[in-house]
């Protein structure tokens, strides 16, 4: 099991390989952020994006997926104390593959028994292009 103790700032990793629809991206918008551009291939066109779009809630919730599939299951990860400068420069649209990068940026000890660690995560599609951004802020349990 990996501890608070065992991270180091300035460690990274890229990992995950998530492939988005066209249906995962309606389903998700039709019962959490049911705007046009996410649930109406038509009203999308005409929006801004010029096309279907992912909620970038959806995008928040596939990112969590890819970094408890890849990062946090089987670690020492207690949860979340929540988020910093939360983006989505871009926006997710179906097929996008999406992965994500993490890098420690800083860490404390936060009680006998808790550590807080903050991380830069981003996620880019199979293109290159970020389309969330964000400080995860975790604590890990201690030895």
């Not at 994500?100 to 936060?110: A, D, G, L, P, Q």
């Amino acid at each position: 099991m990996e501890y608070f103790e065992d991270l180091t700032v300035d460690d990274a990793e890229t990992f995950g390989e998530y492939e988005v629809t066209r249906e995962e991206i309606t389903t998700f918008a039709g019962q959490y952020d049911p705007q046009p551009f996410h649930t109406d291939e038509e009203a999308a066109e005409e929006s801004m994006f010029g096309g279907l779009v992912a909620s970038g809630w959806h995008t928040a919730a596939m990112t969590m997926r890819l970094l408890v599939d890849h990062r946090l299951s089987g670690t020492g990860a207690m949860g979340a104390l929540g988020v910093d400068s939360l983006r989505w420069p871009a926006p997710v649209r179906p097929g996008d593959v999406l992965s994500v990068r993490t890098e420690i940026v800083e860490k404390e000890v936060w009680d006998d028994a808790r550590g807080r660690v903050a991380t830069e995560i981003t996620t880019t599609t199979d293109a290159d292009e970020t389309v969330l951004s964000m400080v995860g802020q975790v604590l890990w349990q201690r030895r």
